[in-house]
């Protein structure tokens, strides 16, 4: 069985650009969960996604967006790029939501801002 | 004070001995607990899950949870320098969703040949 994909592996962007990440599930997962990793804060979580809808939405501004489509795949956008949002952008995917179904993570998507 | 506290180390240890990872919390609520093993450069690998206070054993790893401390362990039998990676705990609240992993901020170890 395939596990998370994440897309694309590394990013450089420059500051004030947005940037889509990519993230497909492993197949019948319908959960979506979307963390950011730096050295400093460690695991971060940003939002998950169940069913196309938003459930769970973690401290992070406005600029950061996310979706999910009906085949659960989904994408994270960050508008207004800064320097502090050089992380490792990782997507986790679940059976369903709630914490008796674990995450399986993807290799994440390594964002750097210039 | 962070929800969920883990010595980030680094540990090292030789190969073949058993290696201990420990995490504590505050949050009474937490029920669900997890270890992943984080390669460099990987996303996190889960390890172990379990849910309430007890023991879970698979092969060379074991994971304790104890709630009436608020304590979690992993064990590392035999361990293995493909054992040397981070390793971060993680726990839940609530199987009702809504509720989001707490990671702790991990514990470097590495196995010496």
């Known amino acids: 069985k395939a596990g998370v994909t994440q897309t694309p592996r590394y990013l450089i962007k420059t500051r004030g650009q947005q940037v889509t990440l990519s993230c497909s599930p492993i197949?019948?997962?319908?959960?979506v969960s979307w963390y950011q990793q730096t050295p400093g804060q460690g695991l971060q979580f940003l939002f998950e996604y169940f069913s196309e809808t938003q459930r769970n939405k973690g401290n992070f501004p406005g600029r950061f967006s996310g979706r999910q489509f009906s085949n659960s795949r989904s994408e994270m956008n960050v508008s207004t790029l800064e320097l502090g949002d050089s992380a490792l952008y990782l997507c986790?995917?679940?059976?369903?939501?709630?914490?008796?179904?674990?995450?399986?993570f993807g290799n994440g998507t390594r964002l750097t801002v210039t | 004070q962070k929800e969920v506290e883990q010595d980030p180390g680094p540990l090292s240890v030789p190969e073949g001995a058993i290696v201990s990872l420990n995490c504590t919390y505050s949050?009474?609520?937490?029920?669900?607990f997890m270890w992943y093993r984080q390669y460099s450069r990987k996303g996190p690998e889960l390890l172990m899950y379990?849910?309430?206070?007890g023991n879970k054993e698979d092969g060379r790893f074991t994971a304790q949870v104890d709630k009436s401390s608020k304590y979690i362990s992993l064990f590392i039998r035999d361990s293995q320098p493909s054992d040397s990676a981070t390793y971060l705990c993680?726990?839940?609240?609530?199987?009702?969703?809504?509720?989001?992993?707490?990671f702790g901020t991990g514990t470097r170890l590495t196995i010496i040949p």
């Open positions: 949050n009474s609520a937490f029920q669900y």
């Open positions: 379990t849910y309430s206070s």
């Open positions: 197949s019948g997962h319908r959960s």
């Open positions: 993680a726990m839940s609240a609530s199987n009702f969703g809504n509720e989001k992993l707490t």
């Open positions: 986790a995917s679940s059976l369903w939501t709630g914490g008796d179904s674990p995450l399986h």
